[in-house]
Structure formats: structure tokens, C-alpha cells
């Protein structure tokens, strides 16, 4: 666990549509005194138990690269359960978060968890 005691702490929920350039203009305006720690859920596939843990990093390492190269700040990238509600517990539960930002999304995360999404 990481603590960042001079800047806030924000949790970004990457899903699978957020693609970088994207990140990059939903989180800028948030960027001064912040760094951010990105949470990719694993891409969910097949049944109930399946998930693509490979894209997933893949996708992670791609938005943190590009959160870099535009001057923000990553200070970890996570790759969580492919229940985005069950990974972004996890993290919640294990790290000091100021703030937390989701960019999914609404109609997957309604098929994903329909009794936690509200649109």
C-alpha cells in the first residue's frame, strides 16, 4: 500500500472502453496537487468465472503510459477482479483514497452489477 501524504489520493476505474486520449481530458482538470491510482478491472469473458487477465494489464500499462506522457501523476496501477465493484472494494478497503472517478461504460457496468448501478 502506497500512502501519498502531500497530494490526493484519487481512484480512477478504467474500463475496457476508456481508451487513453480519454483518460487524459477526464483527468486533467483534476490533476494539480493529485496523483491518481488506476484500477483496470480484468476484461470479463465466457461465463461468470472467466476473465482476461492479460488484456487487462495490457490496457493498464497502455493508460498509464499515456497518463505519464501527458504529465500526470500514476502512483499505482492496479489489475482488480473482472466485478469492478468487487475490485474497486478491494482497493478502497487497502489504500488511502481522497476521491474516486469511473470512467465505464453504464450499459456494461448495468450488465456486470445492475443492482449496484443506478443511470
Do not use: C
Not at 17 to 34: K, N, S
Not at 43 to 55: E, I, R
Not at 64 to 90: M, N, P, S, Y
Amino acid at each position: 500500500m502506497q500512502i501519498v501524504k502531500d497530494k490526493r489520493n484519487v481512484l480512477v476505474i478504467v474500463g475496457r472502453e476508456a481508451d487513453p486520449p480519454v483518460l487524459v481530458d477526464a483527468l486533467r482538470p483534476r490533476a494539480e496537487g493529485t496523483g491518481f491510482t488506476l484500477l483496470v478491472p480484468a476484461t470479463p469473458y465466457g461465463g461468470p468465472d472467466s476473465s482476461d487477465w492479460a488484456d487487462a494489464m495490457l490496457r493498464a500499462e497502455q493508460a498509464t503510459q499515456e497518463l505519464r506522457a501527458a504529465g500526470l501523476e500514476v502512483i499505482e496501477t492496479i489489475v482488480g477482479d473482472a466485478d469492478f465493484a468487487a475490485a474497486a472494494g478491494d482497493v478502497l478497503h487497502s489504500r488511502e483514497i481522497d476521491d474516486v472517478v469511473v470512467l465505464v461504460d453504464p450499459e456494461m457496468a448495468i450488465a456486470t452489477r445492475p443492482d449496484l448501478v443506478t443511470v
